[in-house]
């Protein structure tokens, strides 16, 4: 029987001036996605901040390294990470160029993804959570944490209706949730593991997610953002929710930290 394989990166950050080398290069990025297109993965997911600072001309710079390998089949899905949305607007020029060249943008949607016989079959629900820039920054809020915490998870309820609904809808045994922030503090950093709070953006995912796990979904998750090398927000690669619903940090930073390589590799029976 054929599996479904899929290769999962984020945070390339391109457009940055990578000062501390973090960052992954052109020519890494190209073969990361060279290995996948000869590997023939079943899809190559993009979990977020694909550009840095939501620059349209990184973004297009991003597709002049992405297109081709498009063109020779390979299936690309991706989400906005925070750095993927204007800074001034909070919109994403990302979206708009990545969706007109072949990447199949998801914003509280599902992608039914079929091996390559069509005899098997994984549902990938994107579901950023990414609210803005004023929610990012929920400690600043003008009447203090609490009350900024409480704003960016009202703004996130529509992102968590969305969650719910397309995990209600899956018809499918097996579903990976693919989002921009940790749901867990087991993959975010040593901060949030000693309980600071963190991504009020997603902190309402891991309930609704171990609920569904509960239920007999088969879920898996994979998400980035935390990678900042030398802090206490420099990530960790895996953890498990609660109910046993794995998780990944597939942010490239933190993979290339480790010595690996760029995309992390999921294979679905």
Not at 76 to 89: E, K, P, Q, S, Y
Not at 229 to 251: D, I, K, M, R
Request: proline share 4%.
């Amino acid at each position: 029987m054929e599996h479904i394989t899929v290769a999962c990166t984020s945070d390339w950050h391109v457009g940055s001036p990578n000062i501390k080398g973090d960052f992954p290069s052109e020519e890494e990025l190209r073969e990361s996605l060279r290995r996948a297109l000869e590997e023939n993965v079943d899809a190559y997911i993009l979990a977020g901040d694909i550009v840095h600072r939501g620059s349209s001309k990184a973004a297009n710079y991003a597709v002049e390294i992405i297109k081709p390998f498009i063109e020779q089949g390979l299936t690309v899905i991706a989400i906005n990470g925070n750095h993927d949305l204007d800074r001034g607007t909070d919109t994403s020029v990302v979206s708009t160029i990545f969706s007109a060249n072949g990447i199949t943008m998801l914003e509280g949607e599902s992608y039914l993804l079929q091996s390559k016989d069509e005899k098997r079959s994984l549902t990938i629900i994107g579901v950023s959570a990414e609210t803005g820039q004023k929610n990012n920054q929920w400690w600043q809020h003008p009447e203090g944490k609490e009350k900024g915490w409480e704003a960016a998870l009202a703004a996130a309820t529509p992102h968590v209706a969305d969650l719910q609904r397309e995990l209600e809808q899956s018809q499918t045994e097996q579903v990976l949730l693919v989002t921009h922030r940790g749901i867990i503090a087991e993959t975010v950093g040593t901060a949030a593991r000693r309980g600071e709070k963190f991504s009020p953006q997603v902190a309402q995912f891991a309930p609704i997610i171990n609920e569904f796990a509960r239920r007999g979904k088969e879920i898996t998750v994979v998400h980035g953002h935390d990678h900042t090398t030398g802090s206490e927000w420099e990530g960790f690669p895996e953890g498990t929710t609660e109910a046993g619903v794995l998780v990944y940090n597939v942010a490239a930073p933190v993979r290339r930290r480790l010595g690996r390589s760029l995309e992390k590799r999921l294979v679905f029976p």
